[in-house]
């Protein structure tokens, strides 16, 4: 599963009316698909200009990763559930932030090799 489509179904997962017992459990599981298609992202390395970027983008993706891990094993021991949610939606939004980067870089990059506007 791709990063943008796991994040699509974590979101439904936090907009659907369900039991709390139920609600943890699809959230933990979809945290682990968001997990791995995170872990699963990876790019070649970039050269010259985009390599610091590139550097920062992949420090980003080990933290979010371990904030995953963190955020899932502690979901399901969690009694108030709005408190979880608002801790998930802002994971959730980091990550959105760090997809919307990589493809920052990946048109730059692209742009690049192409000529750009320049």
Same mark, same amino acid.
């Given at each position: ?22 609600? #943890?459990?699809? +959230? ?5 698909? @968001? !997990?791995?298609? *995170?872990? =699963? ?22 933290q979010l990763l371990a904030r995953i891990n963190a955020l899932g094993a502690?979901?399901?021991? #969690?009694?108030? +559930? ?5 801790? @998930? !939606?802002?994971? *959730?939004? =980091? ?24």
């Amino acid at each position: 599963m791709n990063l943008e489509s796991a994040i699509s179904d974590l979101k439904n997962t936090l907009g659907g009316t369900r039991t709390a017992a139920n609600w #943890r459990s699809m +959230t933990r599981h979809q945290l682990a698909v @968001v !997990r791995q298609a *995170l872990s =699963d992202e990876r790019f070649a390395s970039w050269d010259g200009w985009l390599a610091a970027r590139s550097g920062t983008s992949d420090r980003e993706r080990i933290q979010l990763l371990a904030r995953i891990n963190a955020l899932g094993a502690g979901v399901l021991d #969690r009694l108030d +559930t709005d408190r979880a949610a608002i801790e @998930v !939606r802002r994971l *959730l939004n =980091d990550v959105e932030h760090y997809r919307q980067r990589m493809h920052n870089l990946v048109y730059d990059s692209v742009s690049m090799e192409i000529g750009g506007s320049e």
